[in-house]
Every structure is written in structure tokens, then in C-alpha cells.
T-cell receptor
Framework: GAVVSQHPSRVICKSGTSVKIECRSLDFQATTMFWYRQFPKKSLMLMATSNEGSKATYEQGVEKDKFLINHASLTLSTLTVTSAHPEDSSFYIC??????????FGPGTRLLVL | AQKVTQAQTEISVVEKEDVTLDCVYETRDTTYYLFWYKQPPSGELVFLIRRNSFDEQNEISGRYSWNFQKSTSSFNFTITASQVVDSAVYFCALSEADTNAGKSTFGDGTTLTVKP
């Protein structure tokens, strides 16, 4: 099956700093990548859709200036949480897709903002 | 608007018991996809199955089986002879056929605990 990696798997940062999370499709080209956020014991919330070479499409209520997404190549998308605050602490999950029907999830990144 | 309801928040069973996880969905589309994912304690979501709305055949994969019934808008998941390793959160999801699976609507998940 297709493999998607995320880095880092866990990050702790101070309030006010920015954190970058990478999502890579290792063995296929992902025309579309998705970023989700998951609170403890909650479902996945889609944050944004990222297409290679174009601007990300953000879901309603997601601050695009807060969560910067870059999809520079068919195998890499990055999510940068700018000026992170404790309320940004969460589990961030990416997924990658080469077609409409299936998405492959990364292992997730646990962010803790102190 | 689409909606996926997983009414069972938590289920606890003893190893070797069979368990069924319910999923009820709402959509106005005639063509759509249904998914089940497993999220173990490690956090990584594991794809289990994708079902096209035109295919109502039940599917079995080892100890897993799925019952898709359009008449009741349900896509239930049964684990036979459960094992401790089955303990996880299970998500049901729905996507429109002409929309990327990544824009699926997820249910709130069912936490399954299998005790030895």
C-alpha cells in the first residue's frame, strides 16, 4: 500500500513560535494532500485541501494566516502553525491522494504548545 | 448536506466475542463512497474498506465483515472473534463520488475496547 510519512511525530514548542510539519508521500505522487486536526477523543476535522502548485483551500473557520500550507511538489506538503498558542495543541494528520477514491494517512504529529 | 452517525461512543467486549459497530449516513447523492478506518492508540489511521454506493454486496475479509444496506442507509462493521489488538477507535466516513475521498465526512468514531 501507499506510504505517507509525517515529520516530526511529536513536537513541543513555546508559545509564540512557529512550527512546521512535513507530509510526504513516499511511493506515489500525490496530486492532493489534506490536513486534518483531531482533538482528544474527537473525530477528524478537515482543515484544508492542498493541491500541488496552487493555493490551499481552507475549510470554514480555519485561519489561513495561522495555518500556512505549502504544496511545493507532488510528494511534499507542509503545514506551518504560526505564532502557536496553547489552544493550537492538537494532533495534526495529513493524508495524500492520487485520485478521488482513496486517501492514505500519515501517522500524525502531536503538537504541544507551552 | 452529508452526515455520518456512529451512535455507539464506546463498546467494551471480552476477547473472542463478536462485535458490530454501527454506521448510519445521510446524503442526497445517488453515487457515493463509504469508508471504515481504524485508529489504534498509536494514532495512525488505517484504511479498512471502501464501498461504492452501487455495490450492496456484503464483504468479508478475515475476521472483518461489512453489511451495507441502502434501504436503511447503514454500513455496519462486524468483527468476529475479537482480539485485544482490535482495540482502537473506528471511524466511518462518507464522500461524494465526484469529490476526493479526502473531503469525506467522518463520524465521531466508536472506541472499541477488547479485554483479555
Amino acid at each position: 500500500g501507499a506510504v505517507v510519512s509525517q515529520h516530526p511525530s511529536r513536537v513541543i514548542c513555546k508559545s509564540g513560535t512557529s512550527v512546521k510539519i512535513e507530509c510526504r508521500s513516499l511511493d506515489f505522487q500525490a496530486t492532493t494532500m489534506f490536513w486534518y486536526r483531531q482533538f482528544p477523543k474527537k473525530s477528524l476535522m478537515l482543515m484544508a485541501t492542498s493541491n500541488e502548485g496552487s493555493k490551499a483551500t481552507y475549510e470554514q473557520g480555519v485561519e489561513k494566516d495561522k495555518f500556512l500550507i505549502n504544496h511545493a511538489s507532488l510528494t511534499l506538503s507542509t503545514l506551518t502553525v504560526t505564532s502557536a498558542h496553547p489552544e493550537d495543541s492538537s494532533f495534526y494528520i495529513c493524508s495524500a491522494s492520487s485520485g478521488l477514491e482513496t486517501q492514505y494517512f500519515g501517522p500524525g504529529t502531536r503538537l504541544l504548545v507551552l | 448536506a452529508q452526515k455520518v452517525t456512529q451512535a455507539q461512543t464506546e463498546i467494551s467486549v471480552v476477547e473472542k466475542e463478536d462485535v458490530t459497530l454501527d454506521c448510519v449516513y445521510e446524503t442526497r447523492d445517488t453515487t457515493y463512497y463509504l469508508f471504515w478506518y481504524k485508529q489504534p492508540p498509536s494514532g495512525e489511521l488505517v484504511f479498512l474498506i471502501r464501498r461504492n454506493s452501487f455495490d450492496e454486496q456484503n464483504e468479508i475479509s478475515g475476521r472483518y465483515s461489512w453489511n451495507f444496506q441502502k434501504s436503511t442507509s447503514s454500513f455496519n462493521f462486524t468483527i468476529t472473534a475479537s482480539q485485544v489488538v482490535d482495540s482502537a477507535v473506528y471511524f466511518c466516513a462518507l464522500s461524494e463520488a465526484d469529490t476526493n475521498a479526502g473531503k469525506s465526512t467522518f463520524g465521531d468514531g466508536t472506541t472499541l475496547t477488547v479485554k483479555p
